[in-house]
């Protein structure tokens, strides 16, 4: 549950993922449990390709992401 007071605070998690915790989804390493559950976005800064998901996504998505967020939060 989230607390009033942070609840309109977005985390995002931006890594080189050097150590391809997040390159699969099945079967997910810890790191990748964790970020699908505890963050709202994390995305990946590598040539290596990952297996996206609506939470873990390549870098170059980060940008369009950022722009929807701003949009929909001046709704």
Do not use: C, N, W
């Not at 297996?51 to 709704?75: G, N, P, Q, T, Y």
Request: avoid cysteine.
């Amino acid at each position: 549950m989230q607390d009033e007071v942070t609840k309109h605070i977005k985390v995002f998690f931006i890594t080189p993922d050097e150590d391809q915790t997040l390159k699969r989804k099945h079967p997910a390493k810890k790191g990748r449990a964790i970020v699908e559950v505890d963050t709202d976005g994390s995305y990946v800064m590598s040539e290596e390709k990952v297996e996206e998901s609506e939470k873990v996504k390549m870098f170059d998505k980060f940008i369009e992401d950022l722009k929807r967020l701003v949009e929909k939060s001046r709704k």
